[in-house]
C-alpha cells in the first residue's frame, strides 16, 4: 500500500513539472532613434547655422555630421563642426539644397537628417549705365555688389549684341574696348554677373560712336554693308 502512495505520487510530480511553461524570451532593446532639428531651414551663402541632435534609447549620445554623405562637409557642400556648427559654401552649390545627417556613434545605421537651402540676397549695380565709347577707345565698368552674407564677391564679365564679334572687347576686370570699325548696329551689351550667385545679374548698353568720317564717300568700303574707312573730320 505504502509503495503504491509512493508510485501514485511520484506520478502527480512528474505530471506538475510537465505542465510548467518555459520563461518567455527577453524583449529586444529599443532601437536607437536620432532626430536633427531644425528639420528644415535656408541660410545665406558663407553665413553659420547651427544644428542639434537628440539621440534616444542608448546612454551614448555622441553623432557624427556629414553634409550631402560627406564628413565634415567641403567647401563646395559647405563644413559643419563636431558641435553642429554648418558654414555655407562661398558660391551657390548646384543643386542650392543640402542635405545635413546626423550618425549615431552607438549604431552606425542610425541617423537622423535635415534639409538647408543655401540662398543669396546679392543686389547688383552698375556703371556708368548706360554708356557711349568712342570708336577704338576703353572704358572701365564698376559692379557694386552688396549683401548680407560673406561669400565671394567676384564679377564675372561678358558682352554680346546684335553686332555679334564686332562688338569689340571686355576682360576681366570689365575694361571695355570699343571695336575699330563701326558694326552695324553699333551697340552693344555689358553684363556683370555675379560668380557666387549666377542668378544675379546686371547689364548696361553700351553706344558705339564715332567721330570720324568716310575718305572717300562713294567707295563700297564707306556703304553701311562694308568695311568703312575712317578719318578724323
Known amino acids: 500500500m505504502f509503495i503504491a502512495l509512493l508510485a501514485g505520487a511520484g506520478w502527480m510530480l512528474g505530471c506538475t513539472a510537465g505542465s510548467v511553461s518555459p520563461s ?3 524583449a529586444p532593446p529599443p532601437t536607437i532613434a536620432v532626430v536633427v532639428n531644425p528639420m528644415n531651414m535656408s541660410v545665406l551663402l558663407g553665413n553659420q547655422a547651427t544644428f542639434t541632435a537628440t539621440v534616444t534609447n542608448t546612454g551614448d549620445t555622441a553623432v557624427s555630421w556629414s553634409v550631402n554623405g560627406v564628413p565634415g562637409g567641403n567647401a563646395t ?6 558641435a553642429g556648427a554648418y558654414t555655407a559654401p562661398l558660391d551657390t552649390p548646384s543643386p ?4 545635413v545627417t546626423a550618425t549615431s556613434h552607438a549604431d552606425a545605421t542610425k541617423s537622423g537628417t535635415a534639409t538647408l537651402a543655401i540662398t543669396s540676397d546679392i543686389a547688383l549695380s552698375l556703371t556708368p549705365n548706360p554708356a557711349s565709347v568712342e570708336l577704338g577707345a576703353t572704358q572701365a565698368f564698376q559692379a557694386a555688389l552688396t549683401t548680407s552674407g560673406h561669400l565671394d564677391t567676384s564679377i564675372r564679365w561678358s558682352l554680346s549684341g546684335p553686332c555679334a564679334s564686332g ?6 576686370t570689365g575694361t571695355y574696348t570699343a571695336p575699330r570699325i563701326l558694326p552695324s548696329p553699333a551697340i552693344a551689351t555689358m553684363t556683370a554677373q555675379s560668380v557666387a550667385d549666377p542668378s544675379k545679374q546686371i547689364s548696361a548698353a553700351v553706344a558705339i560712336t564715332s567721330s570720324f568720317r568716310c575718305s572717300f564717300p562713294r567707295h563700297p568700303a564707306c556703304r553701311p554693308e562694308g568695311p568703312q574707312r575712317l578719318s578724323r573730320r
Not at 562688338?167 to 576681366?172: F, P, R
Open 24 to 26: 518567455p524570451p527577453p
Open 96 to 99: 542650392a539644397t543640402v542635405q
Open 77 to 82: 557642400l559647405g563644413t559643419i563642426t563636431s
Open 167 to 172: 562688338c569689340g572687347s571686355v576682360d576681366a
